[in-house]
């Protein structure tokens, strides 16, 4: 399978906790995308990466977000001592040299 | 504000009806691309348009950008019950080229009924 793959794909935590997220892209695509999706809204950017750089942060949502690609292949997402309002589905993409972005099958996190 | 608006945002239709979505916004969009989410999955590409008043064909879904690349629309004939999901058109801005994030719509979510 050359798609993108996101683990885990459900994360179920308490407040106040740490998670993280992990994504492959697919092989040959050197920019990945994170995005978050809360019920009833479409993806909404996080952050992105060409190769191991990350380019764009400033969408992140909070200082308690942070994200990582250190060897330009795969990426994580942390989210440090979370709140509910953090439940939500988190997506990864990443990006064909034809500007088309391809998304995994997302991680839903769930904190209580 | 929502930088993209679509509309419906739900519809409800019986199988073999044809429906349009239309995806609409004040700003123009270096391209323009159409997604399909089931619950609980990642949205899955359907088309990317990129030339304005461009229409792309995929089985019996039909794609259109608008001529001033500001709004696109999507046209299903005889929709079937495998049609059902949420439709999100997602755009490109020009000048946020370099870093080539999508802008998302709200989404449609379509329930064709058999």
């Known amino acids: 399978d050359t798609g993108v793959s996101q683990d885990p794909r459900h994360k179920i935590t308490k407040r106040g906790q740490n998670v993280t997220f992990r994504c492959d892209p697919i092989?040959?695509?050197?920019?990945l995308y994170w995005y978050r999706q809360t019920l009833g809204q479409g993806p909404e950017f996080l952050t992105y990466?060409?190769?191991?750089?990350?380019?764009?942060k400033s969408r992140l949502l909070s200082d308690r977000f942070s994200a990582e690609r250190p060897k330009g292949s795969f990426s994580t997402l942390e989210i440090q001592r979370t709140e509910q309002g953090d439940s939500a589905m988190y997506l990864c993409?990443?990006?064909?040299?034809?500007?088309?972005?391809?998304f995994g099958p997302g991680t839903r996190l769930t904190v209580l | 504000t929502q930088l993209l608006e679509q509309s419906p945002q739900f519809l409800s239709i019986q199988e073999g009806e044809n429906l349009t979505v239309y995806c609409n916004s004040s700003?123009?969009?270096?391209?323009l691309q159409w997604y399909r989410q089931e619950p609980g999955e990642g949205p899955v590409l359907l088309v990317t348009?990129?030339?304005?008043?461009e229409v792309k064909k995929l089985k019996r879904l039909t794609f259109q950008f608008g001529d001033a690349r500001k709004d696109s629309s999507l046209h299903i004939t005889a929709a079937q019950p495998g049609d059902t999901g949420l439709y999100l058109c997602?755009?490109?801005?020009?000048?946020?080229?370099?870093?080539?994030?999508?802008?998302f719509g709200k989404g449609t979510k379509l329930s064709v009924k058999p």
């Open positions: 993409a990443s990006r064909s040299g034809y500007n088309e972005q391809f």
């Open positions: 700003s123009v969009f270096s391209s």
């Open positions: 348009v990129v030339t304005g008043g």
């Open positions: 997602a755009g490109v801005q020009p000048y946020g080229g370099s870093q080539g994030n999508l802008i």
């Open positions: 990466f060409q190769n191991e750089a990350q380019l764009e």
């Open positions: 092989s040959e695509h050197n920019r």
